[in-house]
Nanobody, 115 residues
Framework: QVQLVESGGGLVQPGGSLRLSCAAS????????MGWYRQAPGKQRELVATVTSGGSTNYADSVKGRFTISRGGARNTVYLQMNGLKPEDTAVYYC?????????WGQGTQVTVSS
């Protein structure tokens, strides 16, 4: 069973920055696509950003120009650099990975943007 371990969430003031990390373990396969989704209270889970093993990226319009997704040098790692954070970015952020055995989700990490 593929396991995704996330880190990097927390409390930050508006305009601040955070960096989320996610690593997939218990697999010998390269995840073809990794990404981040988020879910705010009372709302549906939504796409934030994804990146393929080839480096192609996709962003939600609401985060373009502020967030940057990247694959790490280590196998099956992904990062989300979040700059210019806004209160509306407050949510639980989930790591997602697509691979030969299907789609996998992390447990989620809380990001709170508040003064």
């Amino acid at each position: 069973q593929v396991q995704l371990v996330e880190s990097g969430g927390g409390l930050v003031q508006p305009g601040g920055s955070l960096r989320l990390s996610c690593a997939a373990s218990r697999t010998i396969f390269i995840m073809t696509r990794m990404g981040w989704y988020r879910q705010a209270p009372g709302k549906q889970r939504e796409l934030v950003a994804t990146v393929t093993s080839g480096g192609s990226t996709n962003y939600a319009d609401s985060v373009k120009g502020r967030f940057t997704i990247s694959r790490g040098g280590a196998r099956n790692t992904v990062y989300l650099q979040m700059n210019g954070l806004k209160p509306e970015d407050t949510a639980v952020y989930y790591c997602n990975a697509d691979g030969p055995s299907g789609q996998h989700w992390g447990q989620g990490t809380q990001v709170t943007v508040s003064s």
